[in-house]
């Protein structure tokens, strides 16, 4: 079936931009630091490729709604393989610095995507598209962080390298076997890209949505911030063991968003699973910094990536089902800006208040989610239809 294939091919598409995404992460301070970079420029690495995503991930996403997913989504990725060359033929921190920041601006992939996926998939069956973009995305930080380690024993340069190798095959592979959606409805010209996203913010469902992405992305990253320093503190873990532990997370949420997502949104429904994934998450928070043991970790830690992979997918799927079928590429862009901005807040407010007290962090996010839970609560969700194709459309391109 059509459907299905393309789904399949864009699943490859976004794990291997993931994959090669994930190889440069854990050696990057390392890296920085090498090139002369102080501890505390280093984060501007982090912080500047967020500020690049806050900009122009809805912009890449409305000009997919005008000229299509595949196009842009095309120039996404030869972007990115630019900028992992960059990053790997640096010589100085400034250089490094640059090649963050484009890549920043860069990375449309992930909105294009989704929007990719609510315009071949029916309302009912977005939840699980979306979980299979989120299963990708697991899967290139389980291995990612491995192969990009491995060649770091080389090289600093070598994980840029190879990223910028694998972007150019990634880029090589969508040009030639990605279809553009047939059932995508191109952004109406008379009204202008401001207009559009103005359009989408006035809608009280979407803001709520945006609100709860952007609540759940800043205890998250508070949480991955300050992860390994209350595992050495406080469970005796070396890094290369917290590693473990997030290929331990990294696995949960790939089962979930994989394979679970599915069938539970059709017998609960999204927003009863956002609900459950959003409290899942706060109650874990809560208990890691109280944990007793690594086993205590590893328990406390399952229902953080359980109501990851229940509340991520559920979340991008109401956020699609809630915006025009014109606009999915703008709205979701608008959903990733969110989520850069909690990508700031979040380790920014978490390793400050970790400084403070070592479970401020973690019961500051438990807040977070509870708010977020509440929120997601009160959203409406439309009870036939929302963005993307009727079921008609699909049956007749499967």
Known sequence: MKRQASLGILFLVVFVDLLGFGMVIPVMPIYAEHLGASEAATGWLST????MQFVFAPVWGRLSDRVGRRPVLLLSIAMTAVAFLLYGVATTFAVLLVSRLFAGAATA??????AYVADVTPP???AKGMGMIGAAFGLGFVFGPAVGGLLASYSLSAPGLAAAAL??????GAWFLLPEPTQHVAATRTRGRFRA???ELGKPGVRRILFIYFAVTVAFSAMEATYAFLALLHFGLAERH???VFAYIGVIVVLVQGG???PLTRRFGEKRLLVIGTLLQGVALAALPFAQGVPGLLLATAPLALGSGLASPS????????????DQGGTLGIGQSAAALGRIVGPLSGTTSFAAWHAAPYLGGAVFMAMGAAVAASVSVPEKGGGGPSKGAVASAS
């Open 48 to 51: 500047g490729y967020s500020l």
């Open 109 to 114: 992939n992930i909105a294009i995507a989704q």
């Open 124 to 126: 009912e069956g977005r």
């Open 167 to 172: 972007s150019a095959v990634n880029l090589v």
């Open 197 to 199: 996203l103005l359009d």
């Open 242 to 244: 917290v590693g473990w």
């Open 260 to 262: 679970l997502i599915g």
């Open 315 to 326: 979340m991008m799927s109401l956020l699609s089902r809630l915006s025009r079928a014109e």
